[in-house]
């Protein structure tokens, strides 16, 4: 049981370029999320899903899209990477319980610099 | 809208002294859950505690305490005679009824021996 992984752990991008971060876990979640951390502001919502095929935006989804198209992948698409985009990138994925996340299983991270 | 507002940004204490973290959260829900999490230097986020707006009662789990209080909207954690290895970032969160999670700014606790 390996949990949630992300790929790549560490990855330098030139403004303008495209990338995925890959995202998957294996304990059958519903819900999924991309969150990123700046520093002194906490972890920010980018995109979630509550099911294959069922995505919505969060707090800061601007520069981003998201799919799902099995219950396993979350793959996060930076469309064409901005300096602001320099952050910490972290999936998580959890069961639902009544319409409302529960805990929350983090993966460990892609750290994404953009020049 | 939900809220999650951690004042305090960073607090340093001695080894074996008590601290305490604030959190204060704003819903307009009636049941909502609250989180803590741990984010140690290495880097990961590991769960510690939920709470269901419908339990007020307070949860002791070693050296580590939850005071949830309904009346002011406040979800504080203690961590009792701390040790270095509490050294962390904590965050506090809240999801409420739309599929969101709200994380505070989270406390930086240095733990000095």
């Known amino acids: 049981n390996a949990g949630v992984t992300q790929t790549p752990k560490f990855q330098v991008l030139k403004t303008g370029q495209s990338m995925t971060l890959q995202c998957a876990q294996d304990?059958?979640?519903?819900?999924m999320s991309w969150y990123r951390q700046d520093p002194g502001m906490g972890l920010r919502l980018i995109h979630y899903s509550v099911g294959a095929g069922i995505t919505d935006q969060g707090e800061v989804p601007n520069g981003y899209n998201v799919s799902r198209s099995t219950t396993e992948d979350f793959p996060l698409r930076l469309l064409s990477a901005a300096p602001s985009q320099t952050s910490v990138y972290f999936c998580a994925s959890s069961i639902l319980s009544d319409r409302r996340p529960y805990e929350q299983y983090f993966g460990p991270g892609t750290r994404l610099t953009v020049t | 809208a939900q809220k999650v507002t951690q004042a305090q940004t960073e607090i340093s204490v001695v080894e074996k002294e008590d601290v305490t973290l604030d959190c204060v959260y704003e819903?307009?829900?009636?049941?909502?859950?609250l989180f803590w999490y741990k984010q140690p230097p290495s880097g990961e986020l590991v769960f510690l505690i939920r709470?269901?707006?419908?339990?007020?009662q307070n949860e002791i789990s070693g050296r580590y305490s939850w005071n949830f209080q309904k009346s002011t909207s406040s979800f504080n954690f203690t961590i009792t005679a701390s040790q270095v290895v509490d050294s962390a970032v904590y965050f506090c969160a809240l999801s409420s009824n739309d599929y969101k999670l709200s994380f505070g700014a989270g406390t930086t606790v240095t733990v000095r021996a």
């Open positions: 819903t307009r829900d009636t049941t909502y859950y």
């Open positions: 304990m059958n979640h519903e819900y």
């Open positions: 709470r269901n707006s419908f339990d007020e």
